[in-house]
């Protein structure tokens, strides 16, 4: 979707593919090389009206070919400017959330710009400050940076933005979420007054319009997607089970080989690193990233996992817009996210370039309120895979009941059981395999958590305004 503004005209009846779209010579020639043959709708709407200097603001999901979208009409630029800089100047910046995600951007920049004389740096946390300031030093055409030593490098003076005419932020949304949005304020400021900005996010809460009003210069809107939407590509589900439970439930699944190269998220340091260890102790082996890594250790992980020397990557969610790996076939979150809008960047991970992919999400009762909201983002409830926590009869009417987190009416509910019969009959398996996972969920009961428990235990003063309840009557 576009806005009046939306896409400038041209004549390239003639022309086909990227061509088309204005990308020319030895840039072009890069990306048919690096098998970018056909634009993608992100980069089909985005580039012409970048390669006619108009700011964007892109809204698109996870894996849909932002980073092409913006990268090659700023090298296209670049390149035709000669290889003259200042020291200590970046001509375009390219501000990422996460350590990963700007290497990943770095990456792909590198592979479209093969044979073409432009020059880019990383600058991050989490690795040495000297060998970065040393890189910028002569100064650079593209710098990829995390706002944060980005920062650092500006205040102490051995970095300059004022030559800086292309001013790029992936995946706003995740900046905003991780603290960042002061930092890409300052940012933004120090950078060329008459600069290119394009903003890309994959959902739009209000403070991202509003940041985008502050920074864009009558920008076109790009959306090639509904907002907060996963790829359609990939097929969906839950597992009901317990905290407890879900150790078990993993392994069980880790043991189908359809599952050949899967991420497993979870909502903390802590918990990244215990799955981890429950999985090697059930004899997987596993690799581990998240924000306590160095990112020496964070990069190799990552690479691990890419050649396929594990088969089995565990991370949190500063990860989850930061891996692209090719071929990955299942996401399973361990924990449901805190922010519903990280579940569409988790699942995005798998069912990339047009490949299918499965995700799994195994739900505590606890975990009730965070499915729902992950359901309204994406507009669809999720089938049911499995459910381990005692349902009802499959097959019963659904109009009984009109929410399947609706409390448990009796006794015999809570205990998981109906006239006898153990929830599931007789349609047991674990439902994981791809070739398994089909309409039919394999356990398609209601979920039944356990009554509630009281707000208030004892008489804590604390609890009570500092007064002690008044006594019952006898």
């Known amino acids: 979707m576009t806005n009046e503004n939306t896409l400038p005209g041209s004549n390239t009846a003639e022309l086909t593919g990227f061509a088309a779209l204005g990308i020319t010579g030895a840039l072009l020639k890069a990306t048919h090389t ?21 700011d964007i603001f892109g809204i698109a999901q996870t ?36 350590r990963e995600l700007a290497v990943q951007i770095e990456d792909t920049i590198k592979i479209l710009a093969k044979g073409a004389h432009v020059s880019t740096a990383l600058v991050l946390g989490g690795v040495s400050r000297f060998s970065q300031v040393k890189k910028v030093a002569p100064g650079v055409d593209i710098l990829i940076a995390t706002p944060g030593r980005l920062t650092d490098l500006v205040r102490e003076g051995d970095l300059m933005l004022a030559d800086t005419k292309w001013l790029v932020l992936d995946e706003g949304d995740r900046m905003l979420d991780m ?20 903003l890309f996010s994959a959902t739009m809460p209000n403070e991202i319009a509003e940041l985008a009003k502050g920074l864009l210069k009558n920008p076109i809107r790009v959306e090639v997607a509904p907002q907060s939407t996963a790829a359609a590509e990939i097929v969906q589900g839950v597992v ?48 581990v990233i998240h924000g306590n890594k160095s990112q020496n250790a964070r990069q190799k992980a990552l ?22 790996v090719p071929g990955i076939s299942h996401v ?9 809008e990280s579940y569409v960047h988790r699942i995005g991970r798998t069912g990339r370039n047009g490949m299918d992919g499965i995700a799994i999400t195994l739900c505590d009762p606890s975990e009730n309120s965070k499915l729902r909201q992950v359901e309204r983002i994406i507009r669809t409830k999720l089938p049911i895979v499995a459910d381990h926590l005692g349902s009802p009869d499959p097959q019963r009417n659904p109009a009984e009941k009109n929410e399947r987190f609706e409390p448990a009416n009796d006794r015999n509910d809570r205990n998981g059981r109906r006239d006898g019969r153990r929830p599931g ?46 006594a019952r009557a006898a």
């Open 34 to 54: 690096a098998g970018f043959t056909e634009p993608k709708p992100i980069q089909a709407q985005a580039i012409p009206p970048q390669m006619e200097g108009r």
């Open 63 to 98: 894996g849909s070919g932002k980073t092409a979208a913006f990268a090659l009409p700023i090298l296209s630029k670049i390149i035709a400017l000669g290889t003259k800089r200042r020291p200590k100047t970046a001509r375009a910046l390219i501000l990422a959330p996460t």
């Open 179 to 198: 603290g960042f949005i002061n930092d890409v304020k300052r940012i933004a400021k120090a950078t060329a007054p008459d600069r290119q900005t394009v």
């Open 240 to 287: 009901f089970a317990r905290t407890k439970q879900k150790r078990q439930v993993l392994s069980t699944m880790l043991a189908d080989e359809a599952m050949k190269s899967v991420i497993i998220f979870s909502r903390t340091k802590h918990g990244a690193d215990r799955v981890t260890k429950d999985l090697e102790r059930d004899g997987f082996k596993a690799a």
């Open 303 to 324: 690479n691990d996992f890419r050649d396929g020397s594990v088969r089995i990557l565990v991370a949190t969610d500063i990860a989850a817009r930061g891996i692209d």
């Open 332 to 340: 399973v979150n361990f924990d449901l996210p805190d922010e519903a």
């Open 425 to 470: 009959g007789e349609n047991k398996g674990n439902g994981f395999g791809k070739k398994r996972f089909g309409d039919k969920p394999a356990f398609a009961g209601e979920r039944k958590p356990e009554g509630a428990k009281p707000a208030f235990k004892g008489n804590n003063k604390r609890r009570f305004g500092g007064k002690r309840p008044a």
